[in-house]
């Protein structure tokens, strides 16, 4: 039996999850909906992946995914704190300030799994920057010496 998996968002992160599962990457997923915030776009995005478009959180819930994925707090904290405590729902983040919980009381609960790392901080990215930073330096020394 696949994970049904639900998407929250249809910009750059959610269409490289779908991709992956269309090009068969996440076989053990199954997408079931997805949820954004222009109706137009979230049924391109639909039809292109073959799921549900859905107008509400509530819908997109009642298809009752065992995973969703969001780039940051598109949740209201109280829903999200009552949905972790049905079934076996976990919620997963890169970092902290995603959870978007400024009490930081969710990052206690135990189906709440934070990496504390940005998903976007990665070698190639530091580097490519500390490049940029440099290059920079070098042009202002350069046009200001």
């Not at 509400?56 to 405590?85: R, V």
């Not at 969710?106 to 790392?117: A, D, R, S």
Request: aromatic share 8%; net charge negative; hydrophobic share 40%.
């Amino acid at each position: 039996m696949k994970l049904k998996l639900a998407l929250i968002g249809c910009g750059f992160l959610n269409q490289i999850v779908a991709e992956a599962m269309r090009n068969g990457y996440l076989p053990e997923y199954e997408l079931t909906g997805v949820l954004g915030r222009n109706e137009k776009n979230t049924l391109t995005f639909a039809e292109r992946f073959l799921c549900r478009a859905c107008k509400t959180i509530e819908e997109l819930m009642a298809l009752e995914p065992d995973f969703n994925t969001s780039i940051g707090p598109a949740h209201d904290i109280d829903a999200l704190a009552g949905w972790l405590e049905t079934g076996n729902n976990e919620f997963f983040c890169d970092t902290a300030g995603v959870l978007g919980d400024p009490s930081g009381e969710l990052l206690k609960h135990p189906h709440v799994n934070c990496m504390y790392v940005s998903s976007g901080r990665t070698g190639q990215a530091f580097d490519r920057l500390s490049e940029k930073v440099l290059d920079n330096i070098e042009t202002f020394l350069a046009q200001n010496s």
